[in-house]
């Protein structure tokens, strides 16, 4: 089972930019779909983003409206979320994972969670 750590949140104004890192180990990174997700308070854990094995197919969650993208690089062990222009609603804890339901948006088809990374977006 993969190991997985976030890392990149922070407090940003609205119209930033931001990069999340999520670093892999203990496994074969290469070998796994990954994915990303958010949770807000109150609310649900939300399909922000999943890539392939290789990096060439992506797919978003409907809300993402082209200001996410999601890549990796397989050498350093490492997936990313670039966010562009934050919107205070972008506010919620963001978490790398394994997907495990290629084409999936469900949280219950990834496994190996990381511990979260906190975004907060001032207006």
């Known amino acids: 089972q993969v190991h997985l750590i976030e890392s990149g949140g922070g407090l940003v104004q609205a119209g930033d930019s931001l990069r999340l890192s999520c670093a892999a180990s203990?496994?074969?990174?290469?070998?796994?779909?990954m994915g990303w997700f958010r949770q807000a308070p109150g609310k649900e854990r939300e399909f922000v983003a999943a890539?392939?094995?290789?990096?060439?197919?992506?797919y978003y969650g409907d809300f993402v409206q082209g200001r996410f993208f999601i890549s990796r690089d397989n050498a350093q062990n490492m997936l990313y979320l670039q966010i562009y222009t934050l919107k205070p609603e972008d506010t919620a804890v963001y978490y790398c994972?394994?997907?495990?339901?290629?084409?999936?948006?469900?949280?219950?088809?990834?496994?190996?969670w990381g511990q979260g990374t906190q975004v907060t977006v001032s207006s």
């Open positions: 994972a394994e997907n495990r339901g290629w084409g999936n948006k469900d949280a219950d088809s990834c496994a190996s």
């Open positions: 890539i392939s094995r290789s990096g060439g197919n992506r």
């Open positions: 203990g496994g074969t990174f290469s070998d796994r779909a």
